[in-house]
T-cell receptor, first 109, second 115 residues
Framework: GQNIDQPTEMTATEGAIVQINCTYQTSGFNGLFWYQQHAGEAPTFLSYNVLDGLEEKGRFSSFLSRSKGYSYLLLKELQMKDSASYLCAPRAFTDKLIFGTGTRLQVFP | ETGVTQSPTHLIKTRGQQVTLRCSSQSGHNTVSWYQQALGQGPQFIFQYYREEENGRGNFPPRFSGLQFPNYSSELNVNALELDDSALYLC??????????????FGPGTRLLVL
């Protein structure tokens, strides 16, 4: 079967660091994506991991452990505009993305 | 801006009607995927088209069908609309690389309401 597990909601303070965890079970694996989605808008690409380890891109970093079926997205120096849903999406061999319900992050001043 | 456009932005239909949603891919992208996103949920894969052929399908009934044209634009058709079809419909374009498909870039979506 296919299952994506992320926390439903998280809150954090401006300037802080937050880590959003994702565990997954998929039939076939061809990389994992993180997308950001503001309310009423389309998902926008944040990061992609296909090998184990950490990928850093500015304030955002993403980590993958394929043997554990685990990934996290790390957001540093949080800003108010980072309030959004964050979607973990493993990709199957058929190239389809498998999304969970996402994590709604609220950043407070 | 991802270079992926969709039309219309919003649509209201009644049960039993048919609807066609359109997507224009990013330049150079020959693969398009369609997703349905219900309120409060993540996107669910409907199907993918590559070079005008269906290239994978999710758990959606046959009344969901699609087309991809030579210019790589695409259509999603839904027949016999049901109330549960109310959702945001997203298309995403990508292009193949030696290791598989590249990142999928999403369009702004079409919000469909079925009454």
């Amino acid at each position: 079967g296919q299952n994506i597990d992320q926390p439903t909601e998280m809150t954090a303070t401006e300037g802080a660091i937050v880590q959003i965890n994702c565990t997954y079970q998929t039939s076939g694996f061809n990389g994992l994506f993180w997308y950001q989605q503001h309310a009423g808008e389309a998902p926008t690409f944040l990061s992609y991991n296909v090998l184990d380890g950490l990928e850093e891109k500015g304030r955002f970093s993403s980590f993958l452990s394929r043997s554990k079926g685990y990934s996290y997205l790390l957001l540093k120096e949080l800003q108010m505009k980072d309030s959004a849903s964050y979607l973990c999406a493993p990709r199957a061999f058929t190239d389809k993305l498998i999304f969970g319900t996402g994590t709604r992050l609220q950043v407070f001043p | 801006e991802t270079g992926v456009t969709q039309s219309p932005t919003h649509l209201i239909k009644t049960r039993g009607q048919q609807v066609t949603l359109r997507c224009s891919s990013q330049s150079g992208h020959n693969t398009v995927s369609w997703y349905q996103q219900a309120l409060g949920q993540g996107p669910q894969f409907i199907f993918q088209y590559y070079r005008e052929e269906e290239n994978g399908r999710g758990n959606f009934p046959p009344r969901f069908s699609g087309l991809q044209f030579p210019n790589y634009s695409s259509e999603l058709n839904v027949n016999a609309l049901e109330l549960d079809d109310s959702a945001l419909y997203l298309c995403a374009s990508s292009r193949p690389t030696s290791g598989g498909q590249e990142t999928q870039y999403f369009g702004p979506g079409t919000r469909l309401l079925v009454l």
